[in-house]
C-alpha cells in the first residue's frame, strides 16, 4: 500500500490527538506530544487543522506533524514504523518538495524522533543539525512534595491571570483570555490544567499548563513561565513541582518537558524540581 498524505481538517483532529495519546511510552524519544497540538490550539480549532499533516498506510496514521510555524514541522512517526523505510522515503519526499504542501521553499526545519530514519535520510539528502535541546522527566511513581506556595487551578473566571502571567513571562507573547478559552475549548484540553502560583502579597508569579496523554503515559509541561518582575524567588521550581503533582493527579506515570540546552536557566530551574536530563535532541534545518 502506498503512504498518503493527508490534511485531516477539524473533523479528523480527535483522530490525530488520539493516535498521539497511543504514541506516547516512558523511555520514548522526546516526539511530538498530544499537548502541543492542545497549546497550538489557542489559535483556534480551524489553525490547528491547517497545521497538522498525517501520513497514512491501509488506513492506520504512521505519523503525525504540526507545522508550528511556517518553517518548522515537528513529526512524531508511530513506534513500531520509526524504521519503516517505505515512509520515511515518503516523508523526506514530503517534507522537501514545497509542491507537497507541508515546508515552503527556503530554510525550514524538522524536528522527529531520535533513532527514527527519517533522521538518517534526510542527514544523507544534505540537511544539517540544529542547536541542542534538553529534554528533562520526572518520574511519578512516588508521591511529590508540597511546591511551598499557594496554586490555583486557573477556569475560565481566571484566564485573564494565567494570560497576564504569560505575558510578563515571555518577550513578545500575543496570549490573551480569549486565547485561553480558544485553548480550553480544544480536544486535548480534556485531559490538562492550567496552573497559577501566587507569592505571599496574592500576586500572581507563574504560571504552567500541564497535558495529560492519558492514564499511565507521560504528561507534558507547556508552557511553563515566571513573571520577569518575579525571578529568581524560586517560582520556576515551585510550579515546576505543581505541575509534576497535576500530573500524578491526571495518572500521569512521569512528566516531561524539553528547553533549549543553552538556556542553563531553564535546565537548572527543571533540575531543582526533580526533572533529570534526558540525552539531548536535535532538529535538522535546510539553508534558503
Known amino acids: 500500500m502506498t503512504i498518503a498524505l493527508d490534511k485531516p481538517g477539524v473533523d479528523g483532529l480527535s483522530e490525530a490527538v488520539g493516535v498521539l495519546r497511543e504514541w506516547q511510552?516512558?523511555?520514548?524519544?522526546?516526539?511530538?506530544?498530544p499537548g502541543d497540538l492542545g497549546w497550538f490550539w489557542r489559535s483556534g480549532a480551524e489553525a490547528t487543522a491547517a497545521a497538522v499533516r498525517t501520513w497514512s498506510r491501509d488506513g492506520r496514521?504512521?505519523?503525525?506533524?504540526?507545522?508550528?510555524?511556517?518553517?518548522?514541522?515537528?513529526?512524531?512517526i508511530a513506534p513500531d514504523a520509526q524504521r519503516d523505510g517505505e515512509l520515511a522515503r515518503q516523508l523526506v519526499e514530503d517534507v522537501t518538495g514545497p509542491e507537497r504542501g507541508v515546508?515552503?521553499?527556503?530554510?525550514?526545519?524538522?524536528?522527529a524522533p531520535m533513532g527514527a530514519l527519517v533522521q538518517d535520510l534526510l542527514f544523507e539528502t544534505g540537511w544539517?543539525?540544529?542547536?541542542?535541546?534538553?529534554?528533562?522527566?520526572?518520574?511519578?511513581?512516588?508521591p511529590v512534595k508540597?511546591?511551598?506556595?499557594?496554586?490555583?487551578?486557573?477556569?475560565?473566571?481566571?484566564?485573564?491571570?494565567?494570560?497576564?502571567?504569560?505575558?510578563?513571562?515571555?518577550?513578545?507573547?500575543?496570549?490573551?483570555d480569549e486565547r485561553w478559552h480558544a485553548m480550553a475549548a480544544g480536544l486535548p484540553y480534556a485531559d490538562a490544567r492550567c496552573l497559577v502560583a501566587?507569592?505571599?502579597?496574592?500576586?500572581?508569579?507563574?504560571a504552567v499548563t500541564v497535558w495529560s496523554a492519558g492514564p499511565g503515559?507521560?504528561?507534558?509541561?507547556?508552557p511553563m513561565g515566571v513573571h520577569r518582575?518575579?525571578?529568581?524567588?524560586?517560582?520556576?521550581?515551585?510550579?515546576s513541582v505543581a505541575a509534576a503533582a497535576a500530573l500524578q493527579e491526571l495518572g500521569s506515570s512521569s512528566a516531561i518537558v524539553c528547553t533549549p540546552s543553552s538556556n542553563a536557566g531553564a535546565v537548572a530551574t527543571y533540575e531543582s524540581a526533580g526533572f533529570r536530563q534526558c540525552p539531548e535532541v536535535r532538529d535538522h534545518y535546510r539553508n534558503a
Open 25 to 33: 511510552y516512558d523511555g520514548a524519544p522526546m516526539q511530538l506530544h
Open 198 to 206: 501566587y507569592d505571599d502579597r496574592g500576586d500572581a508569579v507563574a
Open 103 to 111: 515546508l515552503p521553499e527556503g530554510k525550514v526545519n524538522v524536528e
Open 229 to 239: 518582575e518575579h525571578r529568581r524567588h524560586g517560582y520556576g521550581k515551585a510550579i
Open 128 to 142: 544539517n543539525v540544529d542547536e541542542p535541546w534538553t529534554p528533562l522527566r520526572r518520574d511519578l511513581t512516588e
Open 217 to 222: 503515559r507521560p504528561g507534558l509541561l507547556e
Open 61 to 76: 496514521i504512521l505519523a503525525v506533524g504540526l507545522l508550528d510555524g511556517p518553517g518548522l514541522l515537528r513529526l512524531t
Open 146 to 176: 508540597d511546591p511551598g506556595v499557594r496554586i490555583e487551578v486557573a477556569g475560565p473566571e481566571q484566564a485573564h491571570v494565567f494570560a497576564a502571567v504569560l505575558r510578563a513571562a515571555f518577550d513578545g507573547s500575543t496570549f490573551t
